[in-house]
């Protein structure tokens, strides 16, 4: 009986190693690792645990939003690390992230996987490099592949060679689309960014002469340091100075007063925390120089620069209590997008603030009535005026740029002569 017993054992025992190797055998094995590569877009649609790439190309403009760089994996298992570097195209490094993880668990393996990075264009430095780029890929530090695109100059942005810099000329721009408790001003960002652009290729102010001041940075603090302390001891009696300004506005119900709205400016208490305009006028008229040349797009209605909406919530609209700043000087001058009791538009179409859009368009010679396309400070205001004037009329609102001192009391001058 015992010695049946063991028999059977031996047999069941064979029998499993039998059917164990046999499962074995014919178990599923994992298919070979394939690296598929790497597309470029505008956008990305999710689909599942898949990303597809929306509207592939290699060809990008300042205008879009960003660059994604999507890789495509099959049959990927264990743990890896993937890295981008963005270059420039003078081929230096623009930007290179940290090592991403992918982690699949242990006899696992995706039959997809995609990965993306984004590089963020417009309204950002990146814009400010238009030509050949260069995107490369590396997992576990190998690199796996790199790609080329383009990146173009948007219309406004096409500006030909440079002028011959200034040393002696200095600019401050600030441009604030996001605000802390406040709506967003669209394209404000990239306005600031455009007209530094402009400063520099066209007027010719060094680069390193432009300050800058985008959201975040664009405190009640810095704006006011760099115009009473920073500025007086950098310019001199032969100084250009620009100014540019896109943001809200608001005014004091109280007294009528408009103030310059800070990133950190609070509509309900305006006096202490944004800029009067009047003293902002009185502060750039003390500096000792040349002159100083305004670009201001907001409004000072009460109503969100370039939207409906109302800046302090549950405000009525004041218009009527607005007071008119004027400049009792010849070497300040200010163009700003609307007068006392209007709102400023954006221009849907062209990305930029309408105000904003005729000025550089203006700058770079649409202004100008002479063959060397050399464009005057009048010239440039009656181009702006009627064009803004037009194209918000056809929207159903007026916005009336306006021009201080006033047009007749201003003395004329060439604002920029754009190469050919």
Known sequence: MIKEIRTLCIFMLLLFLICACSAAKYKESQPPYEFEGMSLSKGIDRRGDVAVGREL???FTTDDPEVIS???FKNISGKHYLRWEWYAPKGELYYATDNYPIGISEGKYRKELTAWHRLSISGDKAASYPGEWQVKAYMDDD?????????????????????KPNPKDWALVIGIEEYGSLPRVIYAKSDALVMRLYYHKLLGVPEENIITLINKDATKAKIEGFIRYYLPANVSSETTLYIYYAGHGAPDISKGEPYLVPYDGDTRFLEQSAYNLKTFYEDLNKLKVKRVLIFIDSCFSGVAARSSDMLEKGARLALSHVQNVSIASEKVISISATNEAQVSNSYEEKKHGLFTYYLLNGMRGAASSDEDKSVSIKELYAYVLNNVSRDARRKGTEQTPTIMPSEENVKDMTISTPQQ
Request: charged residues 15%; proline residues 4%.
């Open 57 to 59: 190309t290699t060809s």
């Open 70 to 72: 999507l890789l495509r």
């Open 143 to 163: 690199l796996i592949i790199s790609l080329p695109f383009s990146l173009v100059l948007t219309d406004l942005e096409n500006i030909g060679e440079a002028q």
